[in-house]
Nanobody, 121 residues
């Protein structure tokens, strides 16, 4: 199994910055895609940013130019640097990874437990 643990959420004023981290652990074979999603109350979960194992990135239009996704493959960790935060960025942010284990070459999806980001003055 693979476990994902997020950290770095919190309360920040509009215009501020936060950096989220998500560390994968367990019987990891390889990690392919890693993504950040978010879900606000009453809304569907939406993709915020994605990064492939080779470092190719993709962003939601709403965060382009403000958020940066990166990963450290040696640490099995993905990051989300969030700058110029807006109140509408307030959500629970979830880490997602597609990974194989040491016992299976089948790539399965894994989710973190979520971390709250609140942007408010």
């Amino acid at each position: 199994q693979v476990q994902l643990v997020e950290s770095g959420g919190g309360l920040v004023q509009p215009g501020g910055s936060l950096r989220l981290s998500c560390a994968a652990s367990g019987s990891i074979g390889s990690i392919n895609a890693m993504r950040w999603y978010r879900q606000a109350p009453g809304n569907q979960r939406e993709l915020v940013a994605a990064i492939t194992s080779g470092g190719r990135t993709n962003y939601a239009d709403s965060v382009k130019g403000r958020f940066t996704i990166s990963r450290d493959n040696a640490k099995n960790t993905v990051y989300l640097q969030m700058n110029s935060l807006k109140p509408e960025d307030t959500s629970v942010y979830y880490c997602y990874a597609e990974a194989t284990t040491v016992r299976s070459r089948v790539s399965n999806p894994y989710w973190g437990q979520g971390t709250q980001v609140t942007v408010s003055s």
